[in-house]
């Protein structure tokens, strides 16, 4: 009986459409070395047609193919940037979850520098500025005293 | 009916929101304290009304009335009563409501407790609170209605999708809204203080506690995210760089600038102009976090494109609140009078280069997230933007914080002695390098994993050297160090355990680099070894949930021949959505966790399977509790407690105020 609602139910997870899942044991390369390759690298390729995930992470039939042909890749004895290289010429930048530094992201890499460097610069301004203002005026003993009697305000 | 009646009770405060959008300021400005003193009782009516038709829509889920077209679309009669419960902001509809209701809690919670606070000030804060309120209700009850009903009900609903019925999310989205939504009190303080022309130490003193609340809340929040998301999404990651995680991590970078800024306004009165700029973006990037998240915007500009409507709304919502805001901004920022000066080596000076890292930090998360979108609208050019260039970007931005933090703390206001910092703080450094040294010598592993352990080990230390010589600086009996320890007061304590916390999760994070995994096939028997443990892979189960059936594989986890754990990894199979969902087993053994998930279950009970061994993944979420507890303590502080004036001023009577 129990043997029979087992197999009712294994057959029942069988049959239901299973997705693929992420990096599978027969997908493993042989060679250690190449397989760590493998791994880095599908780390930072976009699974196509999944949100904002890597192949490695992927369970999407794509993204096994991709794998797969990662390591096929890999196998001939491509080097990482060749394997990069023909993805993007079959896909496009979109499949590199690093983007190139180009022409149309210059600003999306150069903007966490040009931030910091403006952000500096107003501060540097701003500073000199304040110099030459007047003296410091700090909160005076007469505006604390108010600052307190507001804040104690209630319930006196 | 109770439907009916939760939906008239939306509309009605809508009308309220309406009501106290005007009378408030309209009595500000004309001096009556007759309008300003309508803002406080509206808006705790306001908050009655939402709450009871949120109370109405999970009502008609937890009854499983499937006239409904929400509780149709994301409710089954058999989901067990928690997940009916969690599953009504599982969707688009019943998350804007409860994000409505966090809206006017925090309206009610300021009404109810700033009763020391300035009439008019107050009669702002509640009426720019009631604009959001108004904007969102009406984008509800125009693009959203959860209250709609279906002709012809169906028997049967279409379930909850499976990845959102968890533990998980019965807890992450209420506590980050009420981080994320909670960050709009700050926004209305902010608006308020540009209308009654207020930016003093008042205000900064006034707006402390409730950034502090959204902020433990959106910590908590995050973190408890990206818990489920480890555990939920079987591959053993917890943070992706996700837009939607991008969304709640910005306007947290931008509360905890706020954080400390505000602190400076209080004590100093200086960066008057940038602390309203902050509250105004802290609540800004939550807006734009929704716009991102509720749109549709993320999967494609296409997509947005083609069902534009509750995109457009808010983005109308946000175009005026942030355009708004901004505009009176720049109206009045110009006529504000910088406050105290101070030498660069000081307090103030650190949390100044604090912020500026930190808005740099937050800035680059927002190109980083939006330069994708802008490019594909322009030029129609698709790239992606991932964790690589997140980790190259954001991650150098937010080293020097872990540095610079303990400096922070240690630097006396106005002026401070460099040199006299370094030397308190040479024991937590000397200790961070001995650490890292033993770690290199004993561990080895990635470098970069060493030197990161070896700075949380220092922002650990550094964070309590303060209060260690506070405690023990002369003499060290208990009772001396006890009677000193009243004398700290309780926020300096806060400061140390959330600074100390950040470090924790560092540690965290940088013990991932000493992590172990294994793919391989595993049939009944078989065993594997795994970081220090050995694994047996024993049987696999199949077992009936409420409504889904699984198969699970029992697993058992033996150190040194001892039996230390049994896990049971499962594939789960909710027939309703015809959905998989694997369940990742994991042992929590010291501080580390053993973390294995399964998928494709063969006929002879043989699995694929994934397997981590994460040493002191814990402590990444430990470390998130940590701040969050340090920020319960800072909250605990009488002098954040504004609200509760006249216990404040008793308690300050007999002894003064110590110093800073």
Redesign the interface.
Same mark, same amino acid.
């Given at each position: 009986m129990m043997v029979a609602r087992a197999a009712a139910l294994t057959c029942l997870l069988l049959l239901a459409p299973l997705a693929a899942r992420a990096v599978q044991p027969d997908e493993i390369m042989t060679d250690p070395r190449l397989e760590a390759r493998a791994r880095a690298l599908s780390a930072q390729l976009r699974c196509l047609v999944c949100q904002n995930e890597s192949i490695d992470e992927s369970h999407a039939d794509l993204a096994r193919d991709l794998r797969v042909l990662v390591r096929e890749r890999l196998q001939a004895g491509d080097s990482d940037n060749q394997i990069r290289a023909f993805l993007v010429r079959r896909y496009g930048d979109f499949i590199l979850l690093k983007p190139p530094f180009k022409f149309e992201t210059w600003l999306l890499w150069g903007a966490p520098f040009l931030i910091l460097l403006a952000g500096g610069g107003v501060l540097f301004i701003s500073r000199r500025r304040l110099k030459s203002l007047a003296p410091a005026t700090s909160l005076s003993e007469a505006e604390r005293a108010t600052l307190e009697a507001m804040l104690g305000e209630e319930g006196s | 009916m109770i439907v009916e009646t939760g939906h008239y009770a939306l509309v009605l405060a809508l009308a309220l929101a309406l009501v106290n959008s005007v009378l408030p300021v309209w009595g500000s400005v004309a001096r009556d304290q007759r309008l300003m003193a309508v803002a406080p009782p509206v808006a705790l009516m306001g908050f009655g009304l939402v709450a009871y038709a949120y109370i109405a829509l999970t009502m008609a889920h937890v009854v499983s009335d499937f006239s409904l077209v929400n509780v149709v679309e994301n409710s089954h009669s058999a989901k067990p009563l928690i997940y009916k419960i969690t599953g009504v902001w599982g969707n688009h509809e019943g998350s804007m409501l409860l994000w409505v209701l966090v809206l006017s809690l925090f309206a009610a919670a300021v009404a109810s407790f700033s009763?020391?606070m300035?009439e008019d000030f107050r009669a702002n804060v509640l009426a720019v609170q009631s604009w959001i309120a108004a904007a969102f209700i009406l984008f509800i009850l125009l693009t959203s209605n959860p209250f709609a009903r279906v002709a012809g009900a169906p028997a049967e609903g279409n379930d909850l999708n499976p990845l959102l019925q968890d533990m998980g999310l019965a807890i992450h989205p209420p506590l980050l809204y009420l981080g994320y939504v909670g960050l709009s009190i700050t926004y209305s303080f902010a608006a308020a203080a540009l209308i009654s022309g207020r930016i003093d #130490?008042?205000f900064a003193?006034f707006v402390r506690p409730w950034t502090l609340i959204a902020w433990i809340s959106l910590t908590l929040g995050i973190a408890m995210g990206s818990y489920w998301a480890y555990y939920t999404l079987?591959?053993g990651?917890f943070w992706?760089? $996700?837009?939607v995680e991008n969304a709640s991590l910005m306007p947290w970078l931008a509360a905890t600038a706020l954080l400390h800024c505000t602190a400076v306004m209080e004590k100093? @009165?200086a960066l008057k102009i940038w602390t309203i700029f902050l509250a105004i973006l802290a609540f800004s990037l939550s807006l734009i976090g929704t716009f991102l998240v509720r749109s549709g915007v993320?999967?494609s500009v296409h997509a947005f494109a083609s069902d534009p409507t509750r995109g457009v709304f808010i983005l109308l919502i946000l175009v005026i609140f942030i355009g708004g805001s901004l505009a009176l901004f720049a109206l009045r920022a110009g006529g504000l009078?910088?406050?105290?000066?101070?030498a660069?080596v000081s307090r103030e000076g650190a949390i *100044?280069l604090n912020n500026?890292?930190l808005?740099?930090c937050c800035?680059?998360v927002f190109?980083?997230t939006l330069?994708p979108l802008a490019?594909e609208a322009i030029?129609g @050019?698709?790239?992606?933007?991932?964790?690589? !260039?997140f980790n190259?970007?954001?991650v150098p931005?937010f080293i020097p914080l872990f540095i610079l933090m303990p400096f922070g703390q240690l630097l006396p206001w106005k002026r401070g002695d460099l040199a006299g910092v370094a030397q308190r703080l040479a024991v937590a450094f000397g200790a961070g390098l001995i650490f890292m040294g033993i770690l290199a010598a004993w561990r080895g592993g990635p470098a970069v994993s060493v030197i990161l352990s070896g700075v949380a080990v220092y922002v650990i230390l550094g964070s309590f050297v303060d209060l260690g010589r506070r405690l023990f600086g002369g003499g060290v009996s208990t009772e001396m160090v006890s009677q000193r320890a009243r004398g700290v007061p309780r926020h300096a304590f806060g400061t140390a355990f959330a600074h100390a916390g950040l470090g924790v999760t560092l540690l965290g994070l940088a013990a991932t680099g000493w992590g172990a995994e294994k793919?391989?096939?595993l049939t009944p028997g078989d065993a594997i070894e795994i970081g220090p443990y050995q694994l047996t892979f024993e049987s *696999?189960v199949?077992r009936?949930g409420p409504n889904y059936?699984e198969?699970a594989g029992r697993t058992t986890i033996r150190a040194k021949g001892e039996v230390v754990a049994t896990i049971e990894p499962a594939?789960r !199979?909710y027939p309703v959505r015809?959905m998989?969902r694997?369940e990742a087993g994991i042992a929590t053994l010291g501080l580390g966790q053993v973390y294995m998930s399964i #998928? $494709?279950?063969?006929?002879n009970g043989a699995v694929?399977a994934?397997i981590f061994w994460k040493p002191l993944v814990a402590l990444i979420w430990i470390g998130a509790l940590v701040m969050a507890f340090g920020g319960c303590l800072s909250l605990s502080d009488r002098s954040f407690r504004?609200g509760i #004036?006249?216990r404040?001023?008793?308690a300050?009577a007999p002894s003064p105020q110590p110093a800073e």
């Open positions: - | 009763r020391s300035p #130490a008042v003193r079987g591959w990651g992706f760089w $996700d837009p100093r @009165e993320l999967t009078q910088q406050g105290g000066l101070f660069p *100044v500026l890292l808005t740099t800035a680059t190109v980083g330069y490019l030029t @050019e698709k790239i992606s933007v991932g964790p690589p !260039f190259l970007t954001f931005l793919i391989t096939m *696999v199949p009936n059936s198969l594939m !199979f015809g998989n694997s #998928a $494709d279950v063969a006929a694929n994934r504004v #004036a006249r404040a001023h008793k300050r």
